[in-house]
């Protein structure tokens, strides 16, 4: 059987190929400190679409950056089995 007729059968039977999530672990002094910079600056007008959380995202132009390929259905998006902590 050939890899594209795989492939389609997977995709007919909701089955996708994507990255695996990683949910960042954060401490109780992180959520304290993000709730304190969020009431601080909340009454300031920002640009939001400008504002990154450096600890949220890595990007990487040159090299691979080790994400996890996994197979899963759409409903199991979020499941804890299906998240890498």
């Known amino acids: 059987m050939a890899v594209s007729s795989i492939r389609r059968r997977q995709l007919h039977r909701g089955l996708r190929a994507t990255v695996s999530l990683y949910r960042i672990l954060l401490s109780a002094n992180h959520r304290r400190l993000r ?31 080790g994400r996890i390929r996994v197979e899963r259905y759409d409903d199991e998006h979020c499941l804890p089995e299906c998240v890498i902590e």
């Open 35 to 65: 709730l304190q910079w969020a009431h601080e600056h909340r009454v300031r007008q920002t640009d939001w679409h400008q504002v990154v959380f450096s600890d949220e995202s890595r990007f990487n132009w040159w090299e691979p950056d």
